[in-house]
């Protein structure tokens, strides 16, 4: 008789199911909760599991792209019903910029009570309506070379859930504010909490004080998780004066915390001049991602005009330092993401590193792309003459990007020459588009070159670009 | 001890790992491989007697961050029942970075373990003690002095009772050697360092180890790795895979 015993799956895990959660796919004993970003939760692999922290650095002083996700996580806790505390002495003006459902969302969703809303999806995934969204494909019909007609189209991102499938990762708009009743009624619920660490002036007393606030909330429940969110951690303001080792000593007791109360998870975003990497001495945030269970770098462009040229579609670099895998040798991202690209690489061919991945913020949300080089003056066109003028983005003394108004102004026109003159306080500039409708991603490419300013703009002979023509309204068909 | 490198037991190993190829498959390998060991010998009718009989745990893991849910999880995925050993006390987990009424104190751990490294009368299967990790320790607040001085301890307290001790440390500036790591190195008897590869993440390698002697090694008892023929390694789930440097799956 054999003592072996067959395990039982339905009696294997004793874990609780949690509402808004998901089962990480490398392990049944990892719980997975949704940023918010889609595509964040795929660079994650599946999402930031219970029991975990993660740490957004964002080194960039004039941007806010760290406590934009940060916004995505809490609106993410409220649309799921987690129990949400967020740690900031400002707390009250974070939460009034909350983004929420889009208002298309909102109003079908209080007329229908029944059905889903499917959401048509563009061939980059997008779900709603976007400006960068690609023209349908039915408009031109290209032939192309039979060795590429079965591959898929060229993906950069990883596609948005429709609206009312599982509540997981709900889909977020920008242009749209969190209405103040939700938050309100949240607050008197006691689903939400504002904390204030309190103590700035005792050097380390605000970390301390927040840790015990933390502890408190964790051992009041457990029926919801609960999302720990710190906005900025080590702003002046809320903080005071804060040492590195105020920093990883907080931090590495948050992770023991949630360790202890394997419910709560935390995400936390460095003020601006803590999340560079020589803050305290160099590797300082290597000695972050050892502390913590995951550890991004959000590197936005807006400080290095020469990074913006040159990724024009894109708003920063990110990086990723450490990832979470609270019960796996190997991280589930590793296997799991897309993104990243090593679970493709890993079995077939065994050898390609990870992709390069970079964000871009639209207009309607955030997202986490793969970053390509493009070929030299563009994927869009193949120049067989020197290009007139040199792609370098000027910005007008109001440091507003000319592409991005140029880009605006060329949707007025969607047909035909468009020109568009940006006169602000800097240099004229004339932007001119020729020939017809070209998609919107070669829009993108296009506007960021500019006529330099030369003292008599509308004399200068205007020679037309010879364009090798690789038309394509789809995406670039190869594929990564 | 140590498959595939044969490190004999009693030594004293640092452990040397970066964030991008840590080296936590190193000291689970050698956990589960001590379990194994003693329960191997455990089941010898002659020798059960001997090791039942008053003997403290056979793997002691002092840590800044004790984590007892990941290790079960991965001990698991090695066929290794971590929580029946922890209950029979087989392994004992010290969190060495918990505050006693206030005040971190090394020594006050020191005092405790000694007591259960230096009353060991099994001689019989290997003991291990793995201090994971002490760059931790330093960042959190305990002054590099101390960290040292419980170091040197330890291993003095290893070395006379024969344990195989086991340190890591985490390097955050590759190319520099910081005073810490200095004097680690100028102790230890053998040195793993364990390596990204310098071109990044692949999917087919997660990085390289090289074993290096340390000042107390005696000469030609191991065969050392050096750092241009290094073993690469693979993980998965179940632990590392390793191959010789250029030889995996994708490059023949």
């Known amino acids: ?412 026109h969607s047909q035909g020459t468009c020109n568009g003159h940006v006169s602000s306080g800097g240099p004229r500039i004339d932007i001119e588009f020729e020939g017809p409708a070209v998609p919107e991603e070669k829009k993108a490419v296009v506007a960021g070159e500019l006529i330099a300013p030369s003292p008599q703009p509308e004399t200068r002979p205007k020679k037309p670009k010879k364009k090798v023509a690789f038309f394509s309204d789809r995406p670039d068909v190869y594929d990564f | 001890m140590f498959s595939p490198f044969d490190i004999p037991s009693g030594a004293f190993t640092l452990i040397t790992d970066e964030l991008s190829a840590p080296a936590d498959f190193l000291l689970h390998g050698a956990v589960n491989a001590c379990i194994k060991e003693h329960a191997t010998k455990a089941r010898v009718p002659g020798l059960r007697a001997k090791s039942e009989s008053g003997a403290g745990p056979t793997v002691l893991v002092l840590s800044s961050s004790v984590d007892l849910a990941r290790w079960k999880a991965i001990s698991s995925k090695q066929n290794v029942n971590l929580a029946q050993h922890l209950t029979n006390g087989t392994v004992k987990f010290v969190d060495v970075a918990c505050e006693e009424g206030g005040e971190m104190s090394l020594s006050s751990v020191f005092n405790s373990i000694s007591a259960t490294v230096g009353s060991s009368s099994d001689v019989l299967s290997e003991r291990l003690v793995i201090l994971d990790d002490v760059s931790t320790l330093e960042w959190i607040g305990f002054s590099p002095l101390d960290i040292m001085r419980f170091v040197r301890a330890l291993r003095i307290s290893c070395h006379k009772a024969n344990w195989t001790f086991i340190v890591r440390y985490h390097v955050v500036t590759p190319n520099e050697v910081d005073e810490q790591l200095q004097q680690l190195l100028g102790i230890c008897t053998y040195h793993l360092d364990v390596r990204p590869l310098y071109s990044g993440r692949s999917g087919a390698v997660s990085g390289e180890i090289a074993l290096h002697r340390g000042a107390a090694a005696r000469q030609d008892e191991v065969k050392l790795i050096k750092r241009s023929g290094s073993l690469q390694y693979r993980l998965l789930d179940t632990g590392p895979v390793y191959f010789q440097k250029g030889t995996s799956e994708g490059v023949l």
């Open chain 1, 1 to 412: 008789m054999s003592s072996f015993k067959r395990k039982d799956p339905s009696k294997q895990s004793n874990l609780k199911s949690y509402e808004g959660t998901r089962v990480s796919p490398a392990s049944s004993s990892t719980i997975n909760t949704s940023t918010g970003i889609s595509s964040l939760d795929d660079i994650l692999g599946g999402g930031l599991p219970l029991s975990c922290s993660l740490v957004i650095a964002a080194p960039d002083l004039h941007s806010s792209y760290g406590e934009l996700v940060q916004k995505y996580w809490v609106a993410e806790g409220l649309a799921c019903g987690h129990r949400v505390c967020v740690i900031d002495d400002y707390a009250e003006d974070f939460l009034r910029d909350l983004m929420w459902y889009p208002k298309s969302a909102l109003s079908v969703a209080s007329g229908a009570t029944s059905g889903g809303i499917k959401e048509k999806e563009g061939p980059l995934g997008s779900t709603f309506e976007d400006e960068e969204d690609e023209p349908t494909p039915t408009d031109r019909k290209v032939k192309i070379a039979w060795r590429y007609e079965q591959m898929k189209p060229f993906q950069t991102t990883v596609s948005t859930p429709s609206l009312t499938s599982e509540n997981y990762c709900h889909v977020f708009d920008l242009t749209s504010r969190v209405p103040t009743p939700v938050v309100n009624e949240k607050l008197v619920s006691g689903k939400l909490s504002l904390l204030a660490p309190g103590n700035p002036n005792r050097t380390g007393g605000a970390t301390m004080s927040a840790l015990r606030q933390v502890e408190q909330v964790l051992q009041e429940q457990s029926t919801v998780p609960i999302r720990i969110c710190i906005p900025s951690l080590g702003s002046p303001a809320t903080w005071g004066d804060i040492t590195p080792s105020n920093v990883l000593q907080f931090l590495h007791s948050l992770r023991g915390l949630l360790r202890k109360y394997p419910h709560g998870c935390a995400s936390i975003t460095l003020a601006p001049h803590l999340s560079s990497d020589n803050w305290s001495g160099s590797g300082w945030l290597q000695k972050v991602g050892w502390v913590t269970d995951a550890s991004l770098t959000l590197a936005a462009f807006s400080a290095d005009p020469a990074l913006s040229a040159t990724f024009p579609s894109h708003h920063g670099i990110v990086h990723i330092t450490a990832l979470p895998s609270p019960s796996t040798l190997v991280a589930p991202s590793d296997r799991f993401s897309t993104l990243r690209g090593l679970a493709s690489s890993a079995s077939g061919f065994g050898g390609s590193g990870e992709n390069n991945l970079a964000f871009k913020c639209t207009r309607k949300r955030l997202i986490f792309e793969t970053l390509h080089l493009d070929l030299d003056g563009g994927v869009s066109e193949r120049r067989t003459s020197a290009p007139s003028s040199t792609a370098v983005e000027l910005t007008t003394a109001t440091g507003t990007s000319i592409s991005a108004s140029a880009a605006a102004k060329s949707h007025d």
